[in-house]
């Protein structure tokens, strides 16, 4: 399954400074798509059924202390998702095929915002959507979401700072 989260540092900033409409959200644009992938893994494992979880590999980068501290706190946020959000592990994706894989879908996620934005038509959309299982695109607007059914919606979450 591969799913992404697209979000542009422009809508990043109209996030950041309506908290009253979009509550606290990350400093870094990056924390805040992290946390609404985890989001919408725990959400599709839900859906899935009783005994799904799943377990995050990351690159082991400087960065990852800081990214499973934050994994943490997200679970600790979020308890409908903590019981299918098993562990969050370093891993090399020279060494690890899934990490490249995950790699991979967000490379294709990237070209479509590239290609979203360059032109916002329904074929840019639909030609993603068939190729992914589900893609959150912050580029401008959240409200493209509006009435959409539960499993299409964005999953909820309470994002940590």
């Not at 809508?11 to 985890?38: C, T, W």
């Not at 019981?83 to 479509?112: E, R």
Request: aromatic share 12%.
């Amino acid at each position: 399954m591969a799913l992404g989260v697209t979000l542009s540092v422009p809508f990043h900033n109209v996030m950041k400074s309506d908290p009253e409409k979009f509550g606290r959200i990350p400093d870094i644009p990056y924390r805040l798509a992290f946390q609404q992938i985890i989001a919408e893994c725990g959400k599709a494992m839900k859906l899935l059924g009783r005994g799904n979880v799943v377990t995050f590999g990351h690159d082991n980068g400087d960065d990852f202390p800081a990214l499973q501290q934050l994994y943490k706190e997200f679970k600790r946020r979020n308890p409908p998702y903590s019981g299918v959000l098993a562990d969050f592990v370093p891993l090399d994706d020279k060494f690890h095929p899934p990490v490249q894989a995950a790699d991979v879908a967000a490379w294709i996620t990237f070209q479509f915002a590239n290609n979203y934005l360059d032109d916002p038509t329904g074929n840019n959309t639909k030609r993603l959507w068939q190729s992914m299982y589900k893609i959150v695109n912050w580029l401008d607007n959240p409200e493209v979401h509006v009435g959409s059914d539960y499993e299409t919606a964005p999953a909820k979450a309470v994002y940590a700072p």
